[in-house]
Each structure stands twice: as C-alpha cells, then as structure tokens.
T-cell receptor, first 112, second 113 residues
C-alpha cells in the first residue's frame, strides 16, 4: 500500500511569509504527527493529530499550527516565518496494529 | 519527561567491522523502543523494534535487545557494509501510541571500503 506522502518536497519562502505543508498518511492510519529536523536541534516533536483532534503538542510557539481532515490528511501551517524555521519537516502516521510510526520523505523548507 | 541518549558520533568504520551504537532511555512507563535509519535526503525508515523487556529486534543483520534493567537498546551489527552508511536514530514511544515518539540525536555512520 502507498506510504506517507508529503507535499511539496521543497519550499523557499521569505521571512515574514506563511507556509502550509501537507501530509497524506497511510490508508487506515488515524494518527498523524509532525516533526522538525534541524542539524542543531535534531528531531523535535511538533504535534500529533488523531481523528481530527490535536492529541499531543510539543514546545513550539503558536506560529506553528496544524489540522487534520476527516480523511486523516493533515496540514501544518507556519506563520510569520523566521530564518530559524528553515528545516526538514517530517510527517509520520501510525495506527492499526503497528506500534511504530511511518515517515514521509519530508518537506525541506528554506526561509531566506 | 521521556528522553533518549545516543552515543555521540560520527562513527567511521571499515567494511566488515563490528558496529555498536549505544542507546539509553528514560521513560515513566513501559515504552516501545525503535531504531530508525535515515539516508541522505530521505525521511526515517524503521530498522527494528522491540515492544517489551528482553525482546530482540532484528533486521538486515542489525540487532538490538530491550534491556529494562539497564534501560538500554544498543544497536549492533557483526559486519557493516558501505551501504549501511546513514544516520541512525534510537527512539521510544509510550505504550502503543507511536504518535508521539522521542528521538535521540542521531549517530552518523560512515563505512569505508
């Protein structure tokens, strides 16, 4: 079956703009999580959505938000972009009998 | 809160050498433990997992045993190949909820021919 799909793969934005990233989970998975990966901070948990509700949240400012739709697809939004938001944003889905998370290839965001 | 500590890298080995990457964890409950691998420009792929104490996860010649007494989950491989060069992440999730996983900082492995 199809894996986790993230779009777009690459983005370049200007400081102050806002951006929306998309994630389609594996069919049947109801949990979608987002992570930020940077060389200095490693993998940091942003938030998790389950059945359209935010179930867990990491320690990121309110500029980072997300939502999940009834088909489990999720979007992540970052407003008022800062240079430090440049990172690889990874989406992961989980559910069913699997105990692990399945990751997409990520969206590489560059803020200039 | 939960935390995962990996041995500091990077690690450089010659082909066919023995690999160990140490991982220890702190968790309040009974976590599931994972090793993920990331190749350049890609997302994370699950390498192996263990869901309870004394379980051994294995895949592609890699092994790790869930040691509750030492809160460890060290990754080992008897003979590495150049194609094993990648970044390896140790991770845990509480119970059956893999939606919020805690990751180590990652260890970069380079295998030279």
């Amino acid at each position: 079956k199809a894996g986790v799909t993230q779009t777009p793969r690459y983005l370049i934005k200007t400081r102050g703009q806002q951006v929306t990233l998309s994630c389609s989970p594996i069919s049947g998975h109801r949990s979608v999580s987002w992570y930020q990966q940077t060389p200095g901070q490693g993998l940091q948990f942003l938030f998790e959505y389950f059945s359209e509700t935010q179930r867990n949240k990491g320690n990121f400012p309110g500029r980072f938000s997300g939502r999940q739709f009834s088909n489990s697809r999720s979007e992540m939004n970052v407003s008022t972009l800062e240079l430090g938001d440049s990172a690889l944003y990874l989406c992961a889905s989980s559910g069913g009998t699997a105990s692990e998370a399945f990751f997409g290839q990520g969206t590489r965001l560059t803020v200039v | 809160g939960d935390s995962v500590t990996q041995m500091e890298g990077p690690v450089t080995l010659s082909e066919e050498a023995f690999l160990t990457i140490n991982c220890t964890y702190t968790a309040t409950g009974y976590p599931s433990l994972f090793w993920y691998v990331q190749y350049p420009g890609e997302g994370l792929q699950l390498l192996l997992k263990a869901t309870k104490a004394d379980d051994k996860g294995s895949n592609k010649g890699f092994e790790a045993t869930y040691r509750k007494e030492t809160t460890s989950f060290h990754l080992e491989k008897g003979s590495v190949q150049v194609s094993d060069s990648a970044v390896y992440f140790c991770a845990l999730s509480e119970g059956t909820n893999a939606g919020k996983s805690t990751f180590g900082d990652g260890t970069t492995l380079t295998v030279k021919p």
